[in-house]
Nanobody, 118 residues
């Protein structure tokens, strides 16, 4: 019953910035850790960043210093501010959330495309 929906993807030039948003909606008890993952064509899906409900953050090394993950618990929304974008950041970006509704369920969004190209 819970779903997450990403928005904010698009085309940006190298060195540019983009902000992604992901909102969780539906019946739920608790939304725990939320995160961003990305998948380029022909590649496996990889972790970009995660943030716990209490604000503990982890980034993959390739985005440290460039990306910032944040969340608004009142809105059940997680954000990814992406700066100094590189062509290798091009991928479909997916939001993930752990939902606690009697059991723990991992919920994925549909993805939003980020393309970094001149």
């Amino acid at each position: 019953q819970v779903q997450v929906v990403e928005s904010g993807g698009g085309l940006v030039q190298p060195g540019g910035s983009l902000t992604l948003s992901c909102a969780a909606s539906g019946s739920m008890f608790v939304i725990g850790t939320m995160g961003w993952y990305r998948q380029a064509p022909g590649q496996q899906r990889e972790l970009v960043a995660t943030i716990t409900r209490g604000g503990n953050i982890n980034y993959t090394d390739s985005v440290k210093g460039r990306f910032t993950i944040s969340r608004d618990n009142a809105k059940n929304t997680v954000y990814l501010q992406m700066n100094s974008l590189k062509p290798e950041d091009t991928a479909a970006y997916f939001c993930n959330a752990f939902v606690y509704d009697g059991s723990r369920t991992s919920v994925w969004g549909q993805g939003t495309q980020v393309t970094v190209s001149s």
